[in-house]
């Protein structure tokens, strides 16, 4: 802070020194070399005071859209027990990514990893009447995951910053209707961000639920895969994904009309001897988590598409082969290969596949160890993955294009998915569905003459709460942000997330004159300090650090201000400063102090 009162550009922890970038970076690098954050363990990270503002910035802006939603911010421990996800059911499935610890009472916790256990128990004790609902609660909270290969900074981490709101209604239809109203605060909350973005349809997978959606920035460095028509509204991950392809419209590569003869000699015909033998095949053997059973998946290795007659090379769909054996360890993204002759096999054929070659595999089957495989139970789906220039499932006529992204938030419509195990219901008039009577009933103590105890008003007047979660990873978006919208120079923060909108850079010996600049944009800020909230309309810094000129402009686009205002030699000859603006075509303009103000808050309209 300098003694005018405007906040400066000095903080303790200086940038990393490096060479001058030739080429855009990834995000992590340049939150390092910025002076945003540093690592202290794999996956774990530092905010420093310039990714600390950022963060505070991203978190007003979610708070403005949760208030605007009709939520009320809380905020849950960190600490969650064991008892509640077994309750809930969660606890039964893979437990490789839980931080489990244990109090000295051998009382056993996790660090959550997401918060629908706490937050339904919460408001199952808390919440009494059918009056009391709507609810929508939300907070901002660090998270836990135990990620076995934590990568790309921020965008895969062990602790992690994340927004959850739950909502909870009385029916189905009031939840559904709530669920709409979400999505719309999200798309509004993503567009006030000016960074382009995709909504898709998604799998709701261990968090439950039958709807859901996901919302992603493009990028070459994300792990998932979006589909989108180029016809229609259809975008979808590739988890839940369909291709328009017809099977009368695309032919097996190669297909024989008649069995192969086995080798001479071989009594028994080993996967690989029989691939070979169809050539036009692949095969994955996948394992299950547990590493008992062996998932086989064959699948064509060339089609040819009806349409255009060009013949592809095809790769397995992982996300398919899951639809069927959702234990398969995919650890790191893949699945885990393996063929151990001591594991128990289980196959999964591409629909192309079985209906053309049924025959053969019966008698192949019949010679593996596993000599009672039915070729009939045997599941035939689409393994082939979806690719560029397959047809659109919706509108029929649209080809798909597939995008690689970074996930920054999911919506899910939960049900009652975690109110039922957790017994979060209401006295209420609504009717009841007889499976929900059925539960009610079977969980009533018995009284003493054998009848459960006020089973006939509690079926009547409870209420089983339908819920949702929705989520934003902080963290995440800062790092996607970044990554997104840096170029040769450096960051490029959108003005609602920058640290600062504007930095003032003053060539040596026009500090003075840099104050009176400060007073023309934002002569509010003189009265508050860096850690106070101003009610000017710019968020300003200067940058009074004794350094020579180029290596502050240099600083000032590491760091990715939006505007840049310096005073140089057209301030003393003209009393014109210049402003630029990368991100707007890389702006240059000299501007009178009068003019100033107005033309910086043009400028920051756009951003």
Not at 123 to 138: F, G, K
Not at 257 to 275: C, D, I, K, M
């Amino acid at each position: 802070m300098a003694d005018n009162g405007y906040p400066t550009s000095g903080h303790p922890l200086e940038v990393l020194k490096s060479k001058t970038m030739t080429e855009p970076a990834d995000s992590h690098s340049l939150l390092l070399r910025a002076g945003y954050i540093r690592q202290t363990h794999s996956g774990i990270f530092q905010f420093l005071p310039l990714g600390l503002r950022v963060q505070n910035k991203v978190e007003k802006l979610l708070d403005k859209h949760m208030i605007a939603l009709g939520a009320s911010k809380l905020s849950l421990s960190t600490f969650s027990s064991e008892s509640l996800w077994q309750r809930s059911g969660r606890l039964s499935g893979d437990r490789s990514e839980l931080f489990q610890l244990e109090d000295r009472k051998g009382t056993k916790f996790l660090l959550s990893p997401t918060h629908e256990e706490e937050i339904t128990s919460l408001v199952a004790n808390t919440v009494h009447s059918y009056r009391d609902l709507p609810l929508r609660l939300y907070q901002i909270t660090r998270k836990y995951r135990d990620e076995p290969r934590p990568r790309g900074g921020l965008l895969r981490t062990r602790e992690f910053l994340m927004k959850d709101l739950y909502t909870f209604d009385t029916s189905s239809k009031d939840a559904h209707q709530t669920y709409r109203e979400v999505r719309e605060a999200y798309s509004a909350f993503f567009n006030e961000l000016k960074v382009p973005y995709l909504t898709a349809e998604a799998d709701s997978g261990n968090i439950g639920g039958d709807l859901s959606h996901e919302y992603h920035i493009p990028s070459p460095k994300g792990e998932d895969r979006i589909l989108s028509c180029s016809s229609c509204d259809y975008v979808a991950n590739e988890e839940v994904a369909r291709s328009g392809r017809e099977p009368s419209s695309e032919l097996l590569y190669g297909v024989r009309s008649q069995a192969p003869t086995r080798p001479p000699g071989t009594e028994v015909l080993s996967l690989e001897q029989f691939t070979q033998l169809y050539a036009w095949y692949s095969i994955t053997h996948a394992v299950s988590q547990d590493h008992e059973t062996a998932y086989i998946a064959i699948y064509p290795s060339m089609i040819v598409h009806g349409h255009d007659g060009e013949q592809r090379d095809t790769k397995l769909n992982v996300d398919a082969l899951k639809s069927i054996f959702p234990d398969i360890d995919t650890a790191g993204g893949e699945p885990k290969v393996t063929d151990s002759p001591r594991m128990k096999k289980k196959y999964v054929l591409d629909y192309r596949i079985s209906r053309i070659i049924k025959k053969s595999f019966n008698e192949f089957l019949s010679t593996q160890r596993n000599p009672d495989v039915d070729f009939d139970n045997i599941p035939a789906v689409d393994l082939v993955r979806i690719e560029d220039g397959d047809g659109c499932p919706k509108c029929k006529s649209g080809i798909l294009k597939v995008r690689t992204s970074i996930e920054l938030g999911h919506t899910f419509h939960l049900g009652t998915k975690y109110s039922k195990p957790l017994n979060a219901r209401v006295p209420g008039d609504s009717p009841m569905s007889k499976t929900e009577k059925e539960l009610i009933s079977t969980s009533l103590p018995l009284g003493k003459d054998g009848i459960k105890t006020n089973a006939r008003e509690t079926m009547e007047n409870k209420i089983f709460l339908h819920m949702g979660c929705h989520g934003i990873g902080v963290s995440r978006l800062i790092a996607a942000v970044a990554d997104s919208l840096a170029d040769g120079k450096g960051l490029n923060w959108p003005r609602v997330m920058a640290p600062f909108e504007v930095v003032v850079i003053p060539a040596p010996g026009l500090g003075n004159d840099a104050n009176v600049v400060l007073d023309a944009l934002a002569p509010e800020a003189a009265l508050t300090s860096s850690a106070t909230p101003r009610t000017s309309s710019i968020d300003v810094i200067l940058d009074d650090r004794p350094k020579d000129m180029s290596w502050k402009l240099k600083d000032a686009d590491l760091i990715g201000y939006p505007i840049l205002v310096v005073l140089g030699r057209t301030w003393r000859t003209e009393k014109k400063c210049e402003v630029q603006c990368r991100r707007l075509g890389s702006l240059r303009q000299d501007v009178a102090l009068p003019e100033l103000r107005s033309f910086v808050d043009d400028l920051l309209r756009q951003l």
